[in-house]
C-alpha cells in the first residue's frame, strides 16, 4: 500500500473554504485516490475518490497533481458539521480493504 | 435497507465470555469488511468477504477471531473468550463491487468488556 502524509490537525473558520492536503509520493499508477472522513462516534463516511482529473460532488471536490504525488480536498464552504477526522487513500481498484492512516482532524471554528 | 446494519450498538461482556457482532450489509453488496477501532486510534482491518469466502483474514488479531458470512449477506464476527484488550468499536463496511462507488460503514459496535 502507498504511503500518505497528511497534516495531523488543521482549523478552519466557518464558512470558509478549506484545503486538506496529502502526500502519497509511493501511489501506484492504478491506484485510485479515496477520501472518507469520520465524525465523532461514526464511523467513516466516503467522500470522493479520483484517478487522475480532478472530481467534483456534491460533499467536496479533489484536485489531483499532474503527477498524482499529492492531492487536495477542498470544501467551499467549512460548516460545524463538518468537524471530523479526514482520511487520504491511495487504494487500488477491486474490493481489497482500505488501509486508513492517522489522517487529518479538522476542527471548525464558528 | 437503506444502509449497513450493526447490532448490537452496544455490548458489555465479562472477560472470558464470547460474544457475536452482526451486520447487515447493503442489499446487492457482494464484498464486506470487518474493522475494529480502540478508543482514540485508527481503523484496524480485520477481515473480508467477497461472497461468502474471505480472501483475506490477515487482520484477525488471535485465532479467538472468527467471522462467517451466509448467502452472500448477513456476516458475524465472533469473539471467543474476550479479553479486556478486545474493547473497541467493531465496524462493518460494505461496498458493490465496482470502481465507482465507495466504501459504506455502519455506526459500529461499542465492545466492553469487563
Known amino acids: 500500500d502507498a504511503k500518505t502524509t497528511q497534516p495531523n490537525s488543521m482549523e478552519s473558520n466557518e464558512e470558509e473554504p478549506v484545503h486538506l492536503p496529502c502526500n502519497h509520493s509511493t501511489i501506484s499508477g492504478t491506484d485510485y485516490i479515496h477520501w472518507y472522513r469520520q465524525l465523532p462516534s461514526q464511523g467513516p463516511e466516503y467522500v470522493i475518490h479520483g484517478l487522475t482529473s480532478n472530481v467534483n460532488n456534491r460533499m467536496a471536490s479533489l484536485a489531483i497533481a499532474e503527477d498524482r504525488k499529492s492531492s487536495t480536498l477542498i470544501l467551499h464552504r467549512a460548516t460545524l458539521r463538518d468537524a471530523a477526522v479526514y482520511y487520504c487513500i491511495p487504494h487500488r481498484s477491486g474490493n481489497t480493504p482500505l488501509v486508513f492512516g492517522k489522517g487529518t482532524r479538522l476542527s471548525v471554528i464558528a | 435497507g437503506a444502509g449497513v446494519s450493526q447490532s448490537p450498538s452496544n455490548k458489555v461482556t465479562e472477560k472470558g465470555k464470547d460474544v457475536e457482532l452482526r451486520c447487515d450489509p447493503i442489499?446487492?453488496?457482494?464484498?464486506l469488511y470487518w474493522y475494529r477501532q480502540s478508543l482514540g486510534q485508527g481503523l484496524e482491518f480485520l477481515i473480508y468477504?467477497?461472497?461468502?469466502?474471505?480472501?483475506?483474514k490477515s487482520g484477525l488479531p488471535s485465532d479467538r477471531f472468527s467471522a462467517e458470512r451466509t448467502g452472500g449477506s448477513v456476516s458475524t464476527l465472533t469473539i471467543q473468550r474476550t479479553q479486556q484488550e478486545d474493547s473497541a468499536v467493531y465496524l462493518c463496511a460494505s461496498r458493490e463491487g465496482t470502481v465507482n462507488y465507495g466504501y459504506t460503514f455502519g455506526s459500529g459496535t461499542r465492545l466492553t468488556v469487563v
Open positions: 442489499s446487492g453488496h457482494t464484498a
Open positions: 468477504f467477497q461472497g461468502n469466502s474471505a480472501p483475506d
